[in-house]
């Protein structure tokens, strides 16, 4: 009898049980209906810059486009006159001129912080401090101008440092790429943009313009437009290296 009842318990418990404990109540889920309209796709878009060669994306719904506005700061912009004023004076240094040779290109120029005993006082919002940034293609090297007022106080080489393309490497790749055999006379009325690319060096040959300033050249209907031909022009040996026209997509 006692037997009969421990099996009857041990079966009860057992019947009782999933295979991974005690069986517990399903949890209700609600249901919700789907969206009635689906979510806006984001598209890609690119303003131009500084020259009508040059494009980036336009940096549209970000976080820092919705949320925050801030004020330019006005004492440390510089104007197109600003920094054509500041270039005349640098580019007639003759320290300035024997570190960008014979062929040379202007990148940037922006405001700096003023450093040691001149960041107190007075002389911190008279003194303007400023930095130009060139790149010599006779020397293959960026070159650092800092300016105080309209004085160049120190130039130097920068080893090992790529600048972003500047205007006038755009406009001398596009100039080399137009002139090229293998585009001449199909690129008229296309408009041309370029980007700044670095060659890989590769295990038992390096690409062409390893080590040099290149630039990808592209040439399309407008900003909006796909790339029609390409070139690759190599601006520390001032050539095309290789240039052809885009597949259709």
């Not at 040691?116 to 790149?135: D, N």
């Not at 500047?166 to 002139?179: F, K, N, S, T, Y």
């Not at 592209?218 to 190599?234: I, N």
Request: charged share 25%; with cysteine; net charge negative.
């Amino acid at each position: 009898m006692i037997l009969l009842w421990l099996a009857a318990g041990c079966s009860l418990d057992a019947a009782s049980r999933g295979p991974f404990g005690p069986e517990d109540p399903e949890t209700a889920i609600q249901r919700k209906p789907l969206p009635s309209q689906l979510p806006v796709r984001h598209v890609l878009e690119f303003i131009a810059d500084e020259s009508p060669e040059h494009i980036k994306p336009k940096m549209a719904g970000s976080a820092l486009d919705a949320v925050i506005s801030r004020t330019p700061n006005q004492e440390a912009l510089l104007s197109a006159a600003d920094i054509a004023g500041l270039r005349k004076v640098a580019e007639a240094d003759p320290r300035v001129a024997a570190l960008l040779g014979e062929r040379w290109g202007f990148i940037d120029a922006d405001r700096v912080p003023p450093q040691g005993k001149v960041s107190f006082g007075c002389c911190r919002t008279t003194a303007r401090f400023t930095r130009l940034t060139y790149f010599s293609y006779s020397h293959n090297v960026a070159i650092d101008v800092r300016m105080k007022d309209s004085a160049v106080v120190e130039t130097s080489r920068t080893e090992g440092y790529l600048p972003p393309e500047g205007p006038q490497d755009v406009q001398r790749g596009i100039e080399l790429a137009r002139a090229d055999s293998r585009l001449a006379g199909q690129v008229q009325g296309l408009q041309g943009h370029g980007l700044l690319m670095q060659p890989d060096r590769g295990f038992f040959r390096n690409d062409p313009g390893y080590g040099h300033r290149v630039i990808w050249i592209t040439f399309s209907p407008g900003l909006g437009g796909d790339p029609k031909y390409w070139a690759q022009v190599d601006l520390t040996e001032d050539r095309v290296l290789d240039a052809g026209d885009e597949p259709p997509r």
